[in-house]
Nanobody, 114 residues
Framework: VQLVESGGGMVQPGGSLRLSCTGS????????MSWARQAPGNGPERVAT????????YYVDSVKGRFAIAKDNAKNTLYLQMDSLKPEDTALYYC???WGTGRVGQGTQVTVSS
C-alpha cells in the first residue's frame, strides 16, 4: 500500500491550495478515502471523507464551505481543494484509506501565514 501526497505549500490567509493523493497497491475504486491533518502539538484530525463512489461526503465543521474533497477512481487520485485558507489550517495534511487518521504516506505541509 502506498499513498503519495502533494500540492502543499505556503500561502497567505484567504489563499487557495489543491492537494492530491495518489494511491497504489490496493483497490482504490472500492474504498472510502479521507484527508486528515496534524498541527504541531495537536492530535490528528480527520477533515474530510468521501465514500468509494463519491456519493457521500463528510466535512469537519471548521472546513465546511471552504474545502472540497473529490475522488477520481480512474486516476487512483484523491483531491482536496482548499479555499479561504486561515492560519489555523496550518498543518501536515495526509490522505487515509477509510475513516481513520493513521498516516501511511509522508504527507504534505500546508502553511498559512502573512
Amino acid at each position: 500500500v502506498q499513498l503519495v501526497e502533494s500540492g502543499g505549500g505556503m500561502v497567505q490567509p484567504g489563499g487557495s491550495l489543491r492537494l492530491s493523493c495518489t494511491g497504489s497497491g490496493f483497490p482504490f475504486h472500492i474504498v472510502d478515502m479521507s484527508w486528515a491533518r496534524q498541527a504541531p502539538g495537536n492530535g490528528p484530525e480527520r477533515v474530510a471523507t468521501i465514500n468509494s463512489a463519491g456519493a457521500e461526503i463528510y466535512y469537519v465543521d471548521s472546513v465546511k464551505g471552504r474545502f472540497a474533497i473529490a475522488k477520481d477512481n480512474a486516476k487512483n487520485t484523491l483531491y482536496l481543494q482548499m479555499d479561504s485558507l486561515k492560519p489555523e489550517d496550518t498543518a501536515l495534511y495526509y490522505c487515509v484509506i477509510g475513516w481513520g487518521t493513521g498516516r501511511v504516506g509522508q504527507g504534505t505541509q500546508v502553511t498559512v501565514s502573512s
